[in-house]
């Protein structure tokens, strides 16, 4: 049972759109949120990461907006380069599992010039 | 600093034989967690060690096993190997310092390909 819901599976924006990743959860003891980028043949790398205890957080380009009532949670990527194009995680964990990573199943983003 | 470094960077193993993966974790950092990416998923958690012991496991079977070593660096095993274990093998290292909002580092992984 997937624990994090992940979409869209794939995206293409023109450079300058602001592609947007959304995750769901339904296991309400989270309360960490990462997002992690991934390119070919690398492991993935933390983006940013948000506690339930605030509703956005911005760093550089990446925002990630948090609804705690609707269990949800989004990634928008600002002023998106060619450079953005890989594939992103979002994940989801709890303090009692010791920092044990639910990840969502991954959105490819495609960001042409 | 050296980030998470893995070894081997790829192997190729045939059904029924046993491998073992390799983990530095990064500097200052004291735990390590193995993952498992399918093509084309996100990766599973197998399982994390800290202070030499197993703390938490994921939904793997018990060919898969490791250790952690003094220095903290850790292995993972997989014995009778399967076709479905062909996958990028990831170890991700954290600190825990009493808190679990500890970010974790992924390593670049060992593809692993069972014939």
């Known amino acids: 049972q997937q624990q994090v819901k992940q979409s869209p599976q794939s995206l293409i924006v023109q450079k300058g759109g602001i592609p947007i990743i959304n995750c769901a959860y339904e296991?309400?003891?989270?309360?960490?949120f990462p997002w992690y980028q991934q390119f070919p043949g690398k492991g993935p790398a933390l983006l940013i990461a948000?506690?339930?205890?605030?509703s956005e957080k911005k760093e550089g380009r990446f925002t990630i907006s948090f609804n705690k009532s609707a269990k949800q949670f989004s990634l928008h990527i600002m002023d998106s380069q060619p450079g953005d194009s890989a594939t992103y995680f979002c994940?989801?964990?709890?303090?009692?599992?010791?920092?044990?990573?639910?990840f969502g199943a991954g959105t490819q983003v495609v960001v042409t010039p | 600093d050296a980030g998470v470094t893995q070894s081997p960077t790829h192997l190729i193993k045939t059904r029924g034989q046993q491998v073992t993966l390799r983990c530095s974790p990064k500097?200052?950092?004291?735990?390590v967690s193995w993952y498992q990416q399918a093509l084309g998923q996100g990766p599973q958690f197998i399982f994390q060690?800290?202070?030499?012991?197993?703390?938490q496991r994921g939904n793997f079977p018990d060919r898969f096993s490791g250790h952690q070593f003094p220095n903290y660096s850790s292995e993972l095993n997989v014995n009778a190997l399967l076709l479905g274990d062909s996958a990028l093998y990831l170890c991700?290292?954290?600190?825990?310092?009493?808190?679990?909002?500890?970010?974790?580092?992924f390593g670049p992984g060992t593809r692993l390909t069972v014939l």
């Open positions: 991700a290292s954290s600190s825990y310092r009493g808190s679990h909002y500890n970010e974790q580092f």
């Open positions: 296991n309400t003891a989270f309360d960490y």
């Open positions: 948000i506690r339930p205890d605030v």
């Open positions: 994940a989801a964990s709890n303090t009692d599992s010791w920092g044990k990573l639910q």
């Open positions: 500097s200052g950092h004291d735990t």
């Open positions: 060690y800290y202070e030499e012991e197993e703390r």
